[in-house]
């Protein structure tokens, strides 16, 4: 059974700052890989998707990695900004059972200091 | 820009009444699903739609049901809210057969008194 994790359940760091958030993922037979971020009281919004095919995807400031084999992945964030402080959600979709369900990760708060 | 909209944000009801969410999406996405989120629990998926009428169970389907009677629309039926009702509810909708990305509407916050 697919099981995703993601380390630091918190982080706060300085506006400016580079940093990276950590998914891992148990099962390394997956589709792909889904970033999102959540607003307090909001929906998700999708930051990045990277396929099972692929090593990183790039948008902006982001930058999201993943190693399907090691069942890992990061989403780098350059130059953070206040604006950036959310919490931030991994989601896998895996081969075989039902499909197409997304197994989630219970989410990085991120706080970015001015 | 796929748009995904939920009919309201926020919502109060009383126990015991018959509860309709609906989510509407404007991509012409076959897959449509309605998941809770709850603190520490995180999100979990209630029913998927794969097409019109079609609908499977989640995770926690149990004090649920679905209607799929429009490709664009699909409704979450809560039958007799029941106050562990109480929670924040996301529809998400996806392009079938495909791995393209999947999108949240702006979630509504249910509370049963």
């Known amino acids: 059974k697919q099981e995703v994790t993601q380390i630091p359940a918190a982080l706060s760091v300085p506006e400016g700052e580079n940093l990276v958030l950590n998914c891992s993922f148990t099962?390394?037979?997956?589709?792909?890989l889904q970033w999102f971020r959540q607003d307090p009281g909001k929906g998700l919004t999708s930051l990045l998707l990277i396929q099972s095919s692929q090593r990183e995807q790039t948008s902006g400031r982001l930058n999201a990695s993943l190693d399907k084999s090691s069942g890992r992945s990061t989403l780098y964030i350059a130059a953070s900004q206040p604006g950036d402080s959310a919490t931030y959600l991994c989601?896998?979709?895996?081969?075989?059972?039902?499909?197409?369900?997304?197994?989630f990760g219970t989410g990085t708060l991120l706080a970015v200091q001015p | 820009d796929v748009k995904v909209t939920q009919s309201s944000r926020y919502l109060v009801k009383r126990t015991g009444e018959k509860v309709f969410l609906e989510c509407v999406q404007d991509m012409d996405h076959e897959n449509m699903f309605w998941y809770r989120q709850d603190p520490g629990l995180g999100l979990r998926l209630i029913y998927f739609?794969?097409?019109?009428?079609?609908?499977e169970k989640g995770d926690i389907p149990e004090g649920y049901s679905v209607s799929r009677e429009k490709k664009e629309r699909f409704s979450l039926i809560l039958e007799s809210a029941s106050t562990n009702q109480t929670s924040m509810y996301l529809c998400?909708?996806?392009?079938?057969?495909?791995?393209?990305?999947?999108?949240f509407g702006p979630g509504t916050r249910l509370t049963v008194t």
């Open positions: 998400a909708s996806r392009m079938g057969q495909g791995l393209g990305e999947q999108y």
């Open positions: 099962d390394s037979a997956i589709y792909n």
């Open positions: 989601a896998v979709r895996s081969y075989g059972g039902a499909t197409n369900k997304l197994i």
């Open positions: 739609s794969y097409d019109v009428k079609m609908k």
